[in-house]
């Protein structure tokens, strides 16, 4: 067989186009490998929502061509978000890559790289009604699958190249969702995530999101059912209901802000106000008390001063996210912002930056340090980084927590009590188990009080 080596850039979507495209060429002969040198095909699959990730991306693929100067015949590709974003001058500053192909052109894959043309060949066309349905990605081992509920977005964010390099908004069929993850549950994947831009505003005809995730959560061996990243302005009462009242739907949600101002709100269309946003977020805490909330933060957004971002400070003070993404604005070209002139210096978006940073990593430790003391459920899912002996997993509230863990596996539900805890990690002593994976499966899901 063929050597496909991938290597992702990017959110959790570039993983699972990751496996889709290994999924896509499988047919065709091709296998994944280890490493560059052993490939007959060298792919880079990026994301072009940071400017830091872009150079990144041109940096490694001046590494990786010295595996296509080594090895006559090695296809080198750059796929996904960046691909399309950059489709007109990436060439010029890569002129050794062999192909160019955007997220809706992936199908395109087994043709281009069986290609001997001298020439780049590029493929970046947007199809509205490319979902991919009919492909099953060659998803990777562990015990959490990704999985495509949405492609593309209609929000236009005025800061945002989704639409641009994703397309417009479509759902692939519920029908075809279910089956994938009752296939998934039967290779023994135990935690669901599924994924979308505007993930909650999912819809099959008479199917909602919420009812994709009740739906979901009756397939018998899947534990966990998560979903990234729902807009606040699709957060419907029936979904907070459903993660209220299903045990197996994590009472965990990325709840992306950007920015606590209205007038910055205003500027990047992102259709709520902050108390509106903070109503949500109290309904949602009402109906799921032991919620955990994580976001999006962006700093240095064209026209934003200092009160602007002391109004974001303080807001996720009040608010004690478990934990953030925090990132200083990266003009992105294309979009509606990119026009506007810079109004923050780099320097002074650091210093913000710096001190949201500093604001998160102590609330997210004391979040943490709360739970000591008390039990959490986690899922294994390896060895931990470091201690040898120990295993590592997720909570409900997907909260890394280490433990030693002689003789326990992946996919095992465990019950951790928290002896200590850090800004990012719980540390704990598994109780005594009372018989196999399953058992304790089952005596832990069937009821509300399982939970953390």
Not at 51 to 73: F, N, Q, S
Not at 328 to 351: F, I, L
Request: hydrophobic residues 40%; contains cysteine; proline residues 5%.
């Amino acid at each position: 067989m063929k050597k496909v080596y991938v290597e992702t850039y990017g959110c959790q979507m570039n993983i699972a186009d990751t496996e889709l495209l290994l999924g896509i060429l499988a047919p065709y002969g091709f296998s994944p490998a280890a490493t560059p040198a052993e490939a007959d095909v060298i792919m880079i699959n990026t994301c072009a929502i940071r400017e830091h990730a872009e150079d990144r991306v041109l940096g490694r693929l001046g590494d990786l061509g010295r595996y296509k100067a080594r090895k006559p015949g090695t296809r080198l590709g750059l796929v996904g978000c960046m691909a399309q974003h950059h489709r007109r001058g990436i060439l010029e500053k890569a002129p050794f890559l062999d192909f160019v192909v955007g997220p809706d052109a992936y199908r395109q894959l087994p043709r281009l790289v069986a290609s001997d043309a001298d020439d780049p060949l590029v493929e970046v066309r947007l199809d509205r009604g490319e979902t991919y349905a009919d492909v099953t990605p060659a998803h990777g081992e562990g015990v959490r699958a990704w999985v495509t509920a949405m492609r593309g977005c209609d929000r236009f964010c005025t800061f945002c190249v989704v639409p641009l390099v994703r397309g417009r908004e479509r759902s692939v069929p519920a029908g075809v969702l279910l089956s994938q993850v009752r296939a998934l549950a039967e290779e023994g994947y135990r935690e669901v995530v599924y994924l979308g831009q505007t993930v909650n505003a999912y819809r099959d005809a008479d199917v909602d999101f919420a009812e994709l995730l009740l739906r979901t959560s009756r397939i018998e061996g899947v534990e966990r059912v998560r979903f990234t990243s729902p807009h606040p302005a699709d957060m419907s009462d029936r979904l907070i209901g459903l993660m209220a009242t299903c045990e197996k739907v994590c009472p965990y949600v990325h709840l992306p802000l950007q920015s606590a101002s209205n007038r910055i709100l205003d500027r990047m269309a992102r259709g709520y106000t902050v108390e509106q946003y903070g109503a949500l977020v109290e309904r949602m805490r009402r109906a799921i008390p032991d919620l955990a909330l994580s976001t999006d933060v962006i700093v240095g957004f064209p026209g934003e001063d200092e009160e602007d971002f002391r109004a974001t400070h303080r807001f996720m003070a009040e608010i004690g996210y478990d934990h953030a993404f925090m990132f200083r604005y990266s003009a992105r070209e294309g979009t509606r912002a990119y026009a506007w002139p810079e109004t923050v210096s780099e320097e002074e978006k650091g210093r913000r930056l710096r001190e949201i940073v500093e604001l998160q990593e102590r609330t997210s430790a004391r979040i943490n340090r709360a739970l000591v003391g008390g039990s959490v459920q986690v899922l294994v899912e390896g060895p931990a980084r470091r201690q040898k002996g120990w295993v590592a997993g997720k909570t409900r509230q997907f909260k890394t927590a280490v433990f030693p863990g002689e003789g326990i596996a992946p996919g095992e539900l465990v019950t951790v009590r928290v002896d200590s805890a850090t800004a990012h990690t719980l540390i704990g002593e598994a109780a005594p188990r009372r018989g196999s994976a399953s058992s304790e499966r089952s005596a832990a899901s069937p009821a509300r009080e399982g939970r953390q």
